[in-house]
Every structure is written in C-alpha cells, then in structure tokens.
C-alpha cells in the first residue's frame, strides 16, 4: 500500500496569491494513496524542508509530491531532503504550480482547479515511481585537447600542470594555428612568435603532454569520463621517430612551387615542407599532391640526403585509439573566404589582402622577411586603405551576422605598426564602428589616430578598382562629412570577418554536442557556465566558441582546463538513473533501438532462453549500458514490442500522468 | 466540419513538452508572466521523442479535447537527434490520424526553446482557441470516458 | 511448376541441403490453403500443393522455423521474398539456416470473389485465354478471370525476387506504382473531406471482431510479446470495447509496421470482415515515399528504416495541415 505525502507551497505569496494553496492541499488529500497533505510558506527553506523530512519519519511515506515551482528550479532540492530523511530520492515528484499555473493565470478559481489536476498528475505518476540508485561510473584520468593552436596549448600546459596525461590532437603538422601566423600583438605590440613559441616548447617538453600533429579525430563513443577516441595518424611519409628536422631534405627537394600555406600562399615551399623553423614537432612532412616520387616515381633525393633514413613513401594513414576523461574543444577560427567579395576585387588584384596576408607580410619570417612591400610588384606602398567588417555584422549571405570582435584592435596595431616603420605612408580606415573594450584597448586606438595620424573614416568602402597604372581606386563614403570619397591607394586591407573552423561540424556531430546556427559550439550556460558544453565531459576553450582575441582566448584555455581538471580528479562520477532498460523477454532483437540511440548505448547478446514449451531458444536481445544512456527515450518509441522502457518516465507513468489530467 | 456553437465548452489540451527547451520555454513564460489558458496541463518528458503515440492516442481516449508535442528546435535537441526522430514519427501520425478523418486542429508540434517563453504562451492560446472552436473530440473518444 | 518444385524439394531433401521444407497443402477443400513444413519425401509427394490458391506468404513462419536445427527449404513468391529480407535485416529469421527458391508469383485467386458468383462445390479451376474455368461438384461454370484475382494481387508490386539461393521460372521485374495503382485508393480516400473519411473508416473499423487474423498473419508482426497482449503495456485490450479501442488497434498496429511493412497485402486477405486494411499500410508508405523519398521496406536488409532515420531538412508536421481538403 502506497503512503504518500502531498506538500503544497505557498512561495510567499507567489503562489498562493492567485492559487487557493489550502483548497489544493484538501483536495489532494482526498486522492487515493496520499496519508498525509500539507501547505507551507516556503517548502525550500530549512523549516520547509524539516517538514517534509518529519512527515517521511513519521508517515513512512512511499512517496513524496511537492507542489512548488519548476522541478528545474528545486527537484533536487527536495531529492536531496527525502534523500536525507531515508527516502529514494527518484520517489519525490514535483507538481510544477507556480511557473506552469500561478503566474500565468489571474483567475483564482480556475488557477486553483488547475493546480489540484497538475498536483493530481504527479500524485498518479508517483504511485509508479520505482526506486532508482544511482550508478557510479570510473574517470579514465587523461585529457583529449582537439586543436593545438594557442588556446588548445594552454588548456593542455594547465590539464599537465595539475598533473593529468594529456593529448593534443592537431590537424596541421605542428601546432601554433592561428597565432603563429601573427606578427604583433595588441594592445602591447609584442612578438607572437616570442611569447607563442616558448609555449610550443613548454607543451612538447612536458612529459604530461603528448602531441599528435597531422591527426584528427575520426570517432569518438562513450560518455563523460570514459571516451574513446579514435584519432587518425595521416601518412606524413617520414617517421616522426627519426626525423631530426635538420631541413636538409626541404632545401634539395627539387620541387620548389608549392603554395606556402603559412604565408597564405604569398612565396612558395617545397613539396617536403617544415611549416616554420620553430615549428613543433619540428619534422618534416611530405606534401603526396607535389611530390614527384609520390606523383611519378621518380626522384627520391629527400630519401637520398637524409641521414637518418626517415623518409618513408609508403607510409599509410594509421587509427589508434585512446580513451579520456575529458574532451576539451580548441578547433579554432578562420577567416572567411572572400571569393564572392568581387566589390573589394579580392581575386582581381593581387594587392588587396586580408589582414591575414598583412600579418605574414609585415613578419621577418614572412615572404618579404618584414619589409612591406606589394605583392605584385615588390615596391613600397605609399597609400594604403584598410576596410573594416567585411563579411562582418552582415545580413546577407555573404557574410556572418555577428561582430568578428579582433578586427577593430588588430586593424589598429597594422596601422599604428606601418606608421611607425613607415612614416611615409598615408593609412585610412574606413569602419562603421570602432569596438574597443578591453584592458588598454581604447587607449591603443586612440594612440593610433592622435599619436600615429592614421586617418579613420566612418563610412563604408563601395568600390575597389584596380586600375592600368597599378594603383587602385578606392570608392568609398566618409558619414560624418557625408561626401564621397577617392582614394588612390597601393594596397587595400580587408579585415575578413572570422568564422569557425570546417571541422568544426562533424566534430559536434561525433561528440553529440551543440552548435549555433553559425557553427560555434554552444556553451551550456551563456553566463554561469561559459566553457562547457551541454554534453558532460565536453569543454569549449578558445574561438571554436565565439570570437576572441588572445587574452581572452587564453583565459577561456585556462578556464577549460581547470573545468576538465575538476572532471580528472574524481574517481568516479554519478550517473543519471533515469536510462532506459530493456525486458529481455519481450525484446525482438530487431535493432530498432539500436538504430535510434545518439549514444551507442545499445548492445546486443544472444541468450538462451526457456521457451513456454519447455524448450529452450537462442534469441537476439537487446541490453543498455546504463552509464552510456542519456535517457532521451528514442528507442522506447521505436521498439515496436514496448521491450525498452525508460526510468522515471515509464510508459506507465506517462500514461498515468496523461489519465489523470484528461479525467 | 462541425463548430461549437457552446461557448460554454472548455477543452482539455495535453501538452507534451521536452524537458531541456520547451518546458524551459514553459516555465519562461511563467516567469515573464506571459499568460495562456488554464486549459493546457503540460506534461515533461526527457525528449520529444519519449513521445510515443500511445500516449497521444491514450490522452484522446480519457477525455483530452487537443493534444500538442512540444520540443526543441530541429539540431538544438539535447540528445542531439531525438526530435529529428519525434519530427518523423509524429509527421506519420498526425498523418494517419487525419487519413482516417480526426480534425487536423486537434493535433499539432511546435518547437518552442527555452529562451521562447513568449511563443509557448501564444501558441497554447491559439491552439487551445483551435480546439475551443472545433467543440469537443468526438470522432476519437472513449465514450466510457466521456464526462457528464 | 508445383512438379518442378516438389522435384526440387525432394532434391534437396536427398542430397542433405535441407532437412524440412516450407511450403503449402491443401484442407478440406481446393482453395483452403494452409502453409506447411514437409519432412519426408513421402509428405511431399501426398500433401505439397502450389497452385493458384497458395497465395499465403510463408515468410513468417520461417522466424521460428530459421530458429530451428538444420536447414530449411522455402519456396518463395516474388512478393514473399520482401517479407523474408525485411525479417532478416530485422535479424528475426537466420538467413543461414533457409534455403530460398524463388518461384513465379501470381495473380493468385480468391475462393471468395468465385463463391460471390454463387459458385460453390469447387474442385478446380483453370485459366483460359482470360476466362476461368471452374469444374464444381456441379458441373463447369465460368467467369471472367480478372474477377477471381485476389485484391493483393490486383496492385502487385513487383514480380521480382530480392533474395534466393535458387530460382524457379523467369525472373521478373518491379512494377511501379503508376503501373500497379496500388496507391489510387489511398489518394481518392485522401481527395475526400474530413467527414468522408472519418464516415468510411467508421464503417469499415466498426466491422473489426478483434480476431488478430490481421497481426497473426502479418510478417512485420512478429514481437515477442504484442503490446496489445501485455497487461504492462497499458494499451492492452483483447476485445474492443469501444469505437476508440477499434480505432486504437488499427492506428497503432499500422504504425508499428511503419517503415517496415512490404505491403505484402495478406493483412486485408486474411481479414473475416474485409476491411480494407492494407489502406492503413499503404497510407503510411505513400507518406514515407512523399516525405522522405522513395522506400520500399524488404528492398534490402541493410538501408536504414524511414523511421529509425532523419534528415535534418525532413518537412514539418504542419505538412498534414497544409495539403489537401480538410
């Protein structure tokens, strides 16, 4: 015989002003089953808490309904409370009267009708609620970073520093990304290469940290705690092991017109390639798209000078797998491509660039090693245009709708750094607004227009020419003045907005995680919990969340990390009860579940089975690993036999929910 | 089709709502105090695909007037895939029920986030107005329900 | 074709490729035809029969006969083997353990359409040139052969095996739906109003007795446990009591075999009242082929059912509300 008890809250008068809390509570007692119903001020306070406690002593109550607020806000609370007065906590139902009936109702009457059927709903439903405990699952003590740039090599240098194993996972041959293509940083005007490098060191030293470069993850199973990764080793054709990065083999390859993607395709590289000279690991790998020997054969003259015989042409792709705790996500962003830019004459002109290009031809590692001058024809620039938000805060297709956030500062550190190398040079940029918050940020900008005179115009660039003498014509509108501009510029500088990285996707897919329409990951509160995804054990560091500069990218690695440390340090985690189980002798073996699972949760075995014959049977059944399933409820619908059923929202307990609200 | 002319008559409408957005949306529109009929009991499941349409079909037999689904958009489901499935499922339903002549007005899906508390609240008004105009369910109803 | 096949079944039989063999025999009277499991040679030659009655889809006897020691023999129509691979993609019948000879399918005849004309006694049947000829206890009547065909067979979707180990006669090839017309009743039952349709299915549903022909015949229908058996499932019901529960039944049956039914047909064959219950099914496959592109359930026992797949650009529910007369 159930004995259950009904509490109703007031919430101040929250509820009670519109719902007649006395009159739910009478009614409620009536139903069958319920021994005890009481109301109460405030059943989350201390005092209320005390009294569903007492009455779970004293009534030996099987079962407890709260009608309070949302069971998001205090369904753990009360748990917590039967918990502790010896109840099983997935006893405790919540009827939801303040959110889903006070508040939004005026009437009295018929608000107090409602909230007597929702507590009536939860009474029903809790007549069926089983008991649940919940299971403890292991922490495989190791940390999967997903993309070695800045970000992923500071949250992997923090996850080593507390003491944990940790993985980098980089698709590019060495890590770095994004700042390592830098030149300066704002707002200090710093080296990249000087404070980004010393890092790059720091991660391959440590004896904490292991670096797979030219990897990628191809699979990821298993649930927070316990991944399992599967990571693709794509062939470099030379063994990591033995390569010394001498740098020999790339100086006699034979082969010396290949695009150098380091600096945006602005000088060439040979078909067997170290990115930089500080790059880690410093190895070098073989481009099979250039590389006669992989094309035609013929050649081998890396194979040739290299000493230690760690060129291998037949080396394949190789899949190993690891398993990790957690998985912090660090894929980064890329500018956009700029192709269908044809107002800016990106593709016609080879001296409008991106500010990416800018940055690779103003570093001393750069193609020009770190004079300024104009790709096309290698003279100095004397007039040069930047053009702010392209592609940026930007309602058509072209571009992105959201605010790129770097490029305001970063154009400020360009125009600032050619003024200073350059005072010959005049610098215009045109914007819309100019976006400067953060430590020193504004103070940089406005060092650039008093200090540095660079010319900032408010108002949009219409149209860029190329025109016969070389020079290009710039259209644009200056607001303020309301006239419209000419310009006769050298060079032309689009600040590219900066989306997510294309493997950004698929990945979210692979780890079941969030992402907005614009292919950020989602973080699972946008305020209180801005580093974690919404799947357990998934963690968002860097510009794969939303764009940032350095400092905040860094900050944003470090917060990561210290949320995948927290994860590490426990033994074992709890988990969800409330998953779906399987009644073996109902189950068809059909795969229907199996197929509906986001979680690879569902196996199958075949058993044997005693038959109402008395014969026995082998049959195919399906059984869930409980610290795997979610407890989404797909494959409860999906088996056509009712075999799979889910804790805490059984069929039956629906089904009751659903009586009891319709009668 | 038949409307009401009792204006007396006050539907029972199920709504199902997922756990992560919609009841969240739910529970919004409480908190901005955004108000829709007393006429809408919600009922949380984990996912909108916990939805199996017994329990559709068990709401209309003891008595529910219009049953909606509620969920998370289309690639904002928390078990990343539940509501494509829901989507799929419930399309075939609605379908099927309307194939052997139910009111379309009695059966609907919305998906409504956590952060739209504003269109949780418009939508059970307009639903609840649909099914208030359509009358009573009689064309799928348990006359051994049928209240008094 | 019944000589070549018993040959064949005796074959196999002898060289140890089978130990039983699936296939028909024959009751009391011509045309009442009941799937059968043969062991011997001698069971063969007295009772294996395949004419233009065996009409019955054997495929779902062979989830518990794969299940058993040893090989089986079944014959298999083109229309059989969908049933067969769509149980073996569900991995309900063990392909290993059945040897599949596929066999020439219909039209086959239904005793019912011939008893209408007030034929009775019958003790054979032949087809001439368009015209059946019967011999009866009474004498030979005739009637034209396109009357006698059985419903299912009348919208044939393909005469085309999907699966065999062996084959028997030629093979033939999948008719399309405009060719069949198989979908034309589900369309003008669409091209109707509300009422028109809730006033035909009133009387057709009405006529259900709950005898579970429809769901014991069924190849889809092979759960362990049916839910409208289990008590637990909370829809359990053995009679309907009520309109509702003739509605439920039909509603929830179709939509278990959503996605997985061949539309094999016998549903609406075998049922006592003839409701015309294939309607339901089809309904559901027309939808499917519509929504979410062309799907032929038992096509092949690896692709994805409809249901137990998505595509994150699937059309809205509101689709329903959006097309059509209400």
């Known amino acids: 015989m159930q004995r259950i008890g009904v509490f109703v809250c007031h919430c101040g008068t929250n509820i009670a002003a519109t719902v007649d809390v006395k009159a739910v509570a009478e009614a409620l007692g009536h139903e069958p089953g319920v021994v005890i119903s009481r109301e109460y001020q405030y059943m989350c306070s201390e005092s209320g808490q005390n009294l569903v406690k007492d009455a779970i002593r004293e009534h030996n109550l099987t079962g407890v309904v709260i009608c309070s607020c949302s069971p998001r806000m205090h369904e753990n609370t009360f748990r917590k409370a039967a918990a502790a007065a010896g109840l099983n906590p997935y006893l405790v139902e919540i009827a939801n009267i303040r959110e889903q009936c006070s508040w939004i109702h005026k009437d009295i009457a018929s608000a107090t009708e409602k909230a007597v059927i929702l507590g009536k709903a939860a009474v029903a439903k809790v007549h069926l609620n089983a008991p649940l405990i919940a299971g403890e699952s292991p922490v495989v003590k190791r940390a999967l970073v997903i993309g070695g740039g800045i970000a992923g090599i500071q949250t992997a240098l923090d996850i080593a520093e507390a003491g944990f194993d940790v993985d980098i996972v980089e698709k590019q041959p060495t890590i770095g990304g994004k700042m390592a293509q830098i030149d300066k940083t704002f707002p200090t005007l710093d080296c990249a290469a000087c404070i980004l490098t010393p890092k790059m060191v720091e991660a391959s030293q440590n004896e904490k940290i292991h670096i797979y470069s030219f990897s990628e993850v191809t699979d990821v199973k298993g649930f927070v705690g316990n991944f399992t990764v599967t990571i693709k080793r794509k062939a470099r054709y030379v063994d990591e092991t033995k390569c010394t990065g001498c740098g020999l083999c790339t100086e006699k390859c034979p082969m010396k017109k290949v695009p150098n993607e380091f600096n945006m395709g602005l000088d060439n590289r040979t078909a067997i390639y170290i990115p930089f000279a500080q790059a880690v690991p410093k190895v070098a790998t073989i481009d099979p798209n250039y590389c006669m020997m992989m094309k035609t054969g013929k050649c081998g003259v890396c194979s040739k000078v290299c000493s230690v015989g760690a060129i291998d042409y037949k080396q394949e792709d190789k899949f190993i797998e690891e398993k990790y705790g957690a998985i912090v996500v660090a894929t980064g962003f890329n500018p956009i491509n700029l192709d269908k830019y044809d107002e800016f004459a990106y593709n016609q002109c080879a001296d409008v660039v991106t500010s990416l290009e800018l940055e690779r031809l103003m570093n001393a590692a750069g193609p020009n090693g770190g004079t300024l001058l104009r790709p096309s024809d290698k003279t100095h620039p004397h007039t040069i245009v930047f053009v702010q938000c392209v592609g940026s805060r930007c309602d058509d297709e072209k571009g992105k709708p959201y605010c790129s956030k770097i490029c305001c500062m970063y154009t400020a550190k360009h125009a600032m750094l050619i003024r200073e190398k350059y005072p010959d040079t005049e610098v215009y940029v045109f914007y819309i607004d100019v976006r400067t918050p953060g430590k020193n940020f504004d103070e940089f900008y406005r060092r650039a227009v008093e200090q540095y005179n660079v010319h900032y115009i408010k108002g949009m660039v219409g149209k860029v020419t190329p025109k016969s003498d070389g020079k290009i014509d710039v259209q644009a509108s200056d607001l303020i003045a309301n006239e419209q501009l000419h310009i006769n510029a050298d060079m032309v500088v689009l600040a590219a907005a900066i989306e997510p990285d294309k493997t950004a996707r698929p990945l979210a897919t692979m780890l079941t995680t969030q992402m907005d329409t614009n292919d950020f990951f989602t973080e699972a509160h946008p305020k209180l919990r801005p580093v974690e995804s919404a799947t357990a054990g998934i963690f968002l560091s860097g510009a794969c969340q939303g764009p940032k500069d350095i400092p905040e990218t860094v900050a944003q690695g470090s917060a990561a990390a210290a949320k995948a440390i927290g994860l590490l340090c426990k033994n074992s985690i709890t988990c969800n009860p409330c998953v779906a189980h399987s009644n073996e002798l109902m189950c068809n073996g059909c795969s229907a579940c199996e197929k509906v699972c986001p979680y690879g949760a569902i196996t199958y075995q075949d058993k044997e089975f005693r038959m109402p014959d008395r014969t026995t049977a082998i049959r195919r059944v399906a059984s869930v690993n409980p610290a795997v399933c979610q407890g989404c409820g797909a494959c409860t619908v999906a088996c056509p036999s009712g075999a799979m059923d889910l804790n805490g929202f059984s069929n039956s307990q629906i089904m009751a929910e659903v009586d009891a609200i319709c009668k | 089709m038949q409307v009401n002319e009792n204006t007396n008559f006050e539907p029972v409408i199920v709504a199902f709502c997922c756990n992560w957005c919609s009841y969240a949306g739910a529970d919004l529109s409480g908190t901005n105090r955004l108000n829709y009929p007393t006429n809408v009991k919600i009922i949380r499941v984990p996912c909108s695909c916990r939805v199996n349409p017994m329990f559709i079909l068990r709401a209309f037999q003891r008595g529910a007037d219009g049953v909606i689904l509620c969920g998370c958009h289309p690639g904002d489901c928390h078990y990343t895939s539940g509501n494509y499935f829901t989507r799929r499922r419930i399309t075939l339903l609605y379908s099927m029920l309307d194939f052997l002549g139910i009111e379309r007005d009695r059966t609907r899906l919305e998906w409504v986030s956590a952060a739209e508390g504003a269109k949780f609240a418009a939508t059970m008004q307009e639903f609840t107005d649909a099914v208030r105009k359509l009358g009573p369910n009689r064309r799928l109803e348990d006359l051994r329900c049928r209240k008094q | ?326």
């Open chain 3, 1 to 326: 074709m019944q000589e070549a096949m018993i040959n064949k079944a005796k074959q196999l039989l002898a060289d140890g490729t089978v130990n039983r063999v699936m296939g028909w025999k024959r009751g009391e009277f011509v045309y009442d035809i009941t799937p059968a499991v043969f062991e011997t040679a001698e069971e063969i030659d007295a009772d294996f029969v395949c004419d233009d009655f065996t009409a019955a889809n054997v495929s779902k006897y062979l989830v518990k006969e794969s299940r058993k020691e040893g090989k089986i023999l079944a014959f298999l129509k083109p229309c059989d083997t969908y049933s067969f691979n769509q149980l073996v993609k569900e991995h309900r019948i063990v392909r290993e353990n059945v040897y599949v000879v596929g066999i020439p399918g219909g039209p086959k005849l239904d005793a019912e359409k011939i008893k209408a004309k007030g034929i009775t006694g019958i003790l054979c049947v032949k087809n001439e040139n368009g015209t059946l000829k019967i011999d009866t206890l009474y004498g030979e009547e005739t009637m034209p052969y396109y009357e006698a065909i059985l419903g299912k067979c009348e919208t044939c979707k393909s005469r085309k095996h999907v699966v065999y180990d062996e084959l028997i006669g030629e093979e033939g090839e999948v008719i399309t739906a405009e060719d069949s017309g198989r979908f034309d009743m589900v369309e003008k039952l669409e091209n109707m109003t509300a009422q028109e349709r809730y006033d035909f299915w009133r009387e057709q549903l009405s006529k259900c007795i709950r005898c579970n022909a429809c769901r014991n015949v069924c190849p889809a229908c092979t759960c362990e446990n049916c839910v409208f058996d289990n008590p637990a499932s909370g829809i359990s019901n053995k009679a309907a009591a009520d309109s509702f529960e003739e509605n439920m039944f039909h509603i929830i049956r179709a939509f278990h075999v959503a996605g997985r039914c061949t539309d094999c047909g016998e549903c609406s064959r075998v049922c006592p009242q003839n409701i015309p219950l294939h309607l339901l099914n089809r309904k559901f496959i027309k939808d499917i082929n519509a929504f979410y592109g062309e799907y032929q359930a038992g096509e092949d026992t690896t692709s994805r059912a409809p249901l137990n797949n998505y595509d994150k650009d699937d059309c809205e529910p509101s689709i329903v509300h959006e097309r059509g007369v209400e």
